[in-house]
């Protein structure tokens, strides 16, 4: 279980495929006939995704003197700048300012931008051919990483997910690598819709990419991390999507109201668990309360707690008052 548990990072990839799975899957149709309205909604993103990022950023404020001791005074300026914009991810040297989980946020702004167009692709009548335009953008998703892995320009003898260089930095933390991801999502969405609901299809398919994808992880550093980082792992990630989108036993274990609950919360927990984790651990609570004999564990039921409490206290009061300012 090590070796899986280890590859934590590759869920960073599901989420950014499955976002443009949901987003398509939602409006696609509108967007096919023309009348999905670009400007509300890009509003509607900004509303969802800004009030909890802003509330990790300044959370994160602490780092600021550890992260003026990293940067030349440029790139921490242009840090301090385009953070708050969602710009830092354009730039690898800063993608990870203040607050590492940040740079997705920064990636997917870029992709909601593109969604519009994206979404506005003509419906395909046949799963071939559609089939195959989604393994050229496979290949293009792995592009990145196959050549940073026939290259290897930083010199690194094994990189892993602790290993950092230039362009490593790029390939993990930078809009431009994941995009195809994205892309993938999107077209996973005409997948699903070609697709019947109920049958054994989709539970065989559910269960086949959970398993191969176990099996995957499990192998560890015999897969290159610049491949498992992103673009490998497209396809299984697909399989599980369809089966999770489908009326079958595996959809139902995945709907269970505690895992619902929770599950609401988890991009409070995606943004907030960095920050939050080192606020527990650098302030010794734990210690305090006489608990780190069950640390991890407790560390883990505390984030997801404050996760809850963010989602009903912040996210969705922001979010509610911002589409009324905006008329999203």
């Known amino acids: 279980m090590a070796p899986v548990v280890n590859a934590g990072y590759a ?7 499955l976002s443009g799975f949901v987003l398509a899957y939602n409006y696609a149709d509108r967007a096919r006939a ?6 509300r909604f890009w509003k509607a ?7 909890i990022y802003l509330l990790s950023i300044l959370l994160s404020a602490g780092n600021l003197q550890g992260e003026y001791g990293a940067h030349t005074h440029l790139l921490f300026w242009l840090g301090v700048t385009l953070t708050p914009l969602l710009l830092q991810g354009w730039i690898p040297e800063i993608a990870t300012f203040l607050n590492t989980p940040a740079w997705t946020m920064s990636a997917e702004c870029s992709y909601y931008v593109a969604f519009p167009w994206l979404a506005s692709w003509k419906r395909p009548v046949r799963f071939a051919p559609h089939l195959a335009k989604m393994a050229g ?7 990145p990483g196959a050549l940073y892995f026939a290259f290897n320009p930083d010199g690194i003898a094994h990189p892993d997910r602790f290993s950092t260089g230039p362009w490593l930095q790029a390939l993990k933390y930078t809009p431009y690598t994941h995009f195809a991801s994205f892309v993938f999502g999107v077209m996973l969405a005409s997948v699903d819709e070609m697709m019947p609901r109920n049958g054994r299809l989709r539970l065989l398919l559910g269960l086949a990419g959970f398993a191969c994808l176990f099996g995957l992880l499990e192998m560890g550093p015999l897969v290159p991390y610049a491949l498992i980082h992103d673009g490998l792992l497209m396809p299984l990630f697909g399989c599980i999507i369809l ?14 109201r505690p895992l619902v609950f929770v599950g609401e919360a988890s991009y ?6 960095f920050t939050m984790w080192n606020l527990l651990h650098d302030s010794h609570l734990l210690d305090r309360l006489h608990l780190v004999q069950f640390d991890p564990w407790i560390s883990y039921v505390i984030l997801i707690a404050m996760a809850l ?15 009324k300012w905006m008329g999203a």
């Open 11 to 17: 869920s960073v990839s599901f989420f950014i495929l």
């Open 34 to 39: 023309g009348k999905l309205d670009k400007v």
């Open 45 to 51: 993103r900004f509303t969802r995704l800004y009030p």
């Open 309 to 323: 409490v963010a989602l009903h206290l912040v996210e969705k009061p922001a979010q509610n008052q911002l589409r």
């Open 243 to 256: 089966g999770l989108a489908g009326a079958n036993p595996l959809s139902y274990c995945f709907g269970l």
């Open 137 to 143: 953008v496979w290949f293009l998703g792995m592009l």
């Open 268 to 273: 409070c927990l995606y943004l907030l668990h």
